[in-house]
């Protein structure tokens, strides 16, 4: 009689499970490094070690996939930049800037994570259009609810700094990931840090 479970002792829904983090880990490699458009289900399958068929029971498609791989980014990412301003002290320079601090180390300690998230994002196109919109406005809303008041003189213009400040974040990743000779971290916190404080004039 069967028992749903396979010679591992695994039920049907931990090999389903088992078998969607190889295709997450495979498609994290493969899409960051080949790139989303040149990425093969056949590659992916390869790299996970999962049947063709296999791969349809975890993903609809590689949209789908990709999709999956860009949200788990954006994901923890946010909640090591919340992590970070939550932690800092409170007043809004101090908090803005461990939030860029935290930002541009959290998503460079792992360059995959920088590509799939500056660089793939874009070449996806409509894929991610959506998924891209909605990180830029949870990253926004981060901002704003960081710097609180605007100083005198900058009424109703901070959800439109905060997009500017996430826009030059993101710019600058794009160029340290497409840098033959990558700038130094720090000289992106400092740029960032300064576009940040002229911006908001603090």
């Known amino acids: ?14 090999r ?22 040149t990425t093969t289900i056949e590659r992916l399958c390869a790299a996970a070690r999962i049947s063709n068929r296999a791969f349809y029971e975890c993903f609809s498609g590689r949209e789908d996939l990709m999709r999956a791989v860009y949200d788990h980014c954006v994901e923890e990412t946010m909640l090591a930049v919340s992590k970070a301003i939550g932690e800092a002290p409170p007043d809004p320079d101090s908090r803005i800037e461990a ?6 180390s959290f998503v460079t300690r792992d360059v995959r994570r920088a590509r799939i998230m500056h660089l ?3 070449r996806a196109g409509e894929i991610l259009s959506m998924r891209r919109q909605r990180a830029v406005t949870g990253f926004t809303e981060i901002i704003e609810d960081a710097v609180g008041e605007l100083p005198v003189g900058l009424p109703g213009r901070k959800h439109l700094l905060a997009l500017g400040m996430v826009g ?6 794009i160029e ?11 000289h992106l916190v400092e740029t960032a840090v300064h576009i940040f404080r002229r911006s908001f004039g603090s």
């Open 16 to 37: 389903l499970a088992d078998r969607r983090q190889r295709l997450l880990h495979a498609a994290y490699t493969l899409f960051a490094g080949a790139g989303f458009t």
């Open 99 to 104: 939030g860029i601090t935290e930002y541009i």
């Open 120 to 122: 793939e994002v874009r």
């Open 1 to 14: 009689m069967a028992t749903g479970r396979d010679y591992r002792g695994m039920t049907a829904e931990q």
């Open 168 to 173: 030059a974040l993101q710019e600058l990743l």
């Open 176 to 186: 340290w990931v497409l840098a033959e000779r990558q700038p130094p971290l720090e």
